[in-house]
């Protein structure tokens, strides 16, 4: 939002879905993450790359996050737990890609609790350091 409160174009933007994923794609060496970024791919048309961190690329990223664990009754059904990180992202399109993705995750049976987050961050290359 800009300072009359209006969503900012221009402004570039990222985000980080942490969510608890279905056994089926449970950490085991990348096998089960590419499973996942097929899946992903086939429900959004989007691409997604397995691993890296930190690193800025034309894609969306699946990793593993240890801050997520499964609690409760959670533990029987869903024990993967993932980071999904997009790419650089801009205006209405880039948050119709976050909800492409979101609701793609839910459709796979992802699930979140409360060690799970959504973070975003801006792009803010023109401010100046004080």
């Known amino acids: 939002m800009n300072k009359k409160g209006r969503f900012n174009e221009e402004r570039a933007f990222g985000v980080e879905i942490e969510c608890l ?13 590419n499973k996942l970024a097929d899946d992903l791919l086939e429900a959004t048309g989007l691409n997604f790359r397995v691993g ?6 034309d894609e ?28 650089p992202l801009k205006g209405r399109d880039g948050l119709a890609e976050v909800k492409r993705v979101m609701d ?26 004080m």
Request: glycine residues 10%.
């Open 104 to 129: 793609a995750l839910v459709s796979l049976g992802a699930e979140v609790n409360r060690t799970c987050g959504l973070h975003v961050h801006h792009d803010c290359n023109e401010w100046k350091r």
């Open 52 to 57: 890296g961190y930190h690193r800025t690329y």
């Open 21 to 33: 994923v279905p056994i089926r794609y449970r950490y085991r060496g990348d096998a089960n993450h």
């Open 60 to 87: 969306w990223k699946i990793t593993g996050d240890s801050s997520v664990r499964s609690l409760g009754s959670l533990v029987r059904r869903l024990i993967g737990n993932v980071e999904i990180v997009s790419p």
